[in-house]
């Protein structure tokens, strides 16, 4: 696991540029413990709120003011992802992560936004493997106490004491939380190179564009699933279709309902993925888990409320 961020202790510069950098450092943390942008920045505008709650005596007298941010942060996260499980009970459908597009492929914060724009949290997530979706898809199976102790100690690298001062634990159950999340995550199955990623996606596309259904069958591993998250917002399929025959006749079936969409090669996730608009528009974002074996997975993001940062402005 690579380490976007390593613990900073050091005095919190208090101009723009140090407010920056830590809040990006808090928004990749964030993001990777809710899988949620929006819940992200809620959760560093509550540590930033708890912060300048402080007096200025009392700020003064924080020894390291990053690993502060970073307790009341995790914390944070911590009570958010409890509430969060209740709401993906009701949640209509499958739920997923939302999707992140690559800060390279963002103007002003929005994919075909305008310098303009504001800035999109979004811009500030560090990338690397563990944002993409197959790895956050499996920390969702974690109990929260796990994925928080998991993605400070194995991701960012944060001692086990300091984990335990954030979860509430001690450093020995901290441990046994992190390694229980290792093992998930380690059951996952081993992803293709990214040029290997890449080209398959890319002929998935063409294939798709095509309505192409043997091209497709091709493609696909003989499991493959689609995952669609719609939240019952809009028209899909609530439940996962398995198999590479079924998968392929319903993007064929999606194809010839919406004759008008254009396809968009663009970095989900840290990968390459596949964005679908409709007169502009940005309707569905598709992640892809790839190995040697073919595509075994797909993940169709159609909920609206998790599209913000791919809409042009």
């Known amino acids: 696991m690579t380490n976007p961020s390593a613990p900073q202790h050091g005095r919190l510069d208090p101009g723009p540029a140090g407010t920056a950098s830590e809040r990006r450092r808090l928004t990749s943390l964030a993001y990777r413990l809710l899988g949620s942008l929006a819940d992200a920045e809620d959760a560093v505008q509550e540590t930033y709120a708890r912060w300048y709650a402080l007096s200025a005596e009392r700020r003064a007298a924080v020894v390291s003011p990053g690993a502060w941010l970073t307790r009341v942060a995790g914390r944070v996260c911590l009570d958010l992802l409890g509430s969060a499980r209740a709401r993906r009970e009701r949640y209509v459908g499958e739920w997923l992560p939302e999707p992140l597009p690559d800060r390279a492929e963002l103007v002003g914060g929005r994919v075909g936004g305008t310098a303009g724009d504001a800035a999109d949290p979004a811009d500030r997530v560090t990338m690397d493997e563990s944002v993409h979706m197959a790895f956050l898809v499996v920390l969702e199976s974690t109990t929260p106490a796990e994925r928080v102790a998991f993605v400070l100690h194995d991701v960012f690298r944060y001692p086990f004491p300091e984990v335990a001062e954030i979860v509430g634990r001690s450093p020995a159950a901290c441990r046994q939380l992190a390694s229980s999340a290792r093992r998930r995550v380690r059951t996952a199955r081993r992803p293709a190179a990214a040029a290997h990623h890449a080209a398959l996606v890319r002929e998935f596309g063409r294939a ?69 608009q409709v007169a502009g528009v940005t309707v569905t974002v598709l992640a892809f888990e790839v190995t040697d074996g073919g595509i075994t997975h797909i993940w169709a993001m159609r909920n609206p409320e998790k599209l913000h940062a791919w809409t042009a402005a």
Request: proline share 7%; glycine share 12%.
């Open 208 to 276: 798709w564009a095509a309505k192409d259904i043997g091209a497709m069958v091709g493609l696909l591993d003989p499991d493959v699933t689609s995952t669609p998250d719609s939240g019952g917002v809009v028209p899909a399929v609530l439940t996962p279709i398995v198999g590479r025959e079924e998968v392929a006749r319903a993007f064929t079936q999606v194809r010839e309902q919406q004759p008008g969409i254009d396809l968009l090669e663009r970095t989900v996730n840290g990968q390459t993925g596949l964005v679908a």
